[in-house]
């Protein structure tokens, strides 16, 4: 099929019309407000940035608790708080320290530029029954205290 002088002006326009709605996207998404938490302050429990993040970039947060595996759990850096300064051996989530098996590291998982401190938990160590809603995660960072809570679906037997 040859093209034609009126195809090469249409396939202009939809590429146009495509990139302004793109450009008008950005400007209503970079001029909604986010979300902060405060470090050393109980957060509220969604599945919104809260200061932690079960199962990084998920939700629901589900959890089965007859799991013989880890459940993974972010500690998320922003402008006012830097998650490589906590101290891995104070951490606990859900009374259960940081696993053996999964351990602890840096990562940036939500993309933001930013490393965040992501630790597994033995799920069945976690201190949480069917009826949870949500759980706790507790630390410190530079000898301050962190606490942080996040929605959990429990799933199941």
Same mark, same amino acid.
């Given at each position: 099929?040859?093209?034609?002088?009126?195809?090469?002006?249409?396939?202009?326009?939809?590429?146009?019309?495509?990139?302004?709605?793109?450009?008008?996207?950005?400007?209503?998404?970079?001029?909604?407000?986010?979300?902060?938490?405060?470090?050393?302050?109980?957060?509220?429990?969604?599945?919104?940035?809260?200061?932690?993040?079960?199962?990084? @970039?998920?939700?629901? /947060? #589900?959890?089965?608790?007859?799991?013989?595996? %880890?459940?993974?759990?972010?500690?998320?850096?922003?402008? &006012?708080?830097?998650?490589t300064?906590?101290?891995?051996?104070?951490?606990?989530?859900?009374g259960?320290?940081?696993?053996?098996?999964?351990?602890?590291?840096?990562?940036?998982?939500?993309?933001d530029?930013?490393?965040?401190?992501?630790?597994?938990?033995?799920?069945?160590?976690? @201190?949480?029954?069917? /009826? #949870?809603?949500?759980?706790?995660?507790?630390? %410190?960072?530079?000898?301050?205290?962190?606490?942080?809570? &996040?929605?959990?679906?429990i799933?199941?037997?």
């Open positions: 099929m040859t093209k034609t002088p009126s195809m090469k002006i249409r396939k202009r326009k939809t590429a146009g019309a495509v990139l302004l709605a793109f450009i008008m996207l950005l400007a209503v998404v970079i001029a909604m407000p986010i979300s902060r938490t405060v470090p050393n302050v109980l957060a509220t429990h969604s599945c919104t940035w809260n200061g932690i993040d079960i199962h990084p @970039n998920s939700c629901p /947060n #589900s959890i089965n608790l007859n799991s013989k595996g %880890t459940t993974p759990v972010a500690i998320l850096s922003n402008g &006012d708080f830097d998650a300064t906590v101290d891995p051996s104070t951490v606990e989530f859900a259960a320290p940081i696993s053996s098996r999964g351990g602890w590291a840096w990562e940036d998982v939500n993309n530029g930013l490393l965040d401190f992501v630790c597994h938990f033995d799920t069945q160590d976690l @201190n949480l029954d069917s /009826n #949870s809603t949500e759980a706790t995660l507790t630390c %410190t960072y530079d000898g301050k205290g962190f606490t942080g809570e &996040d929605s959990v679906n799933v199941g037997p």
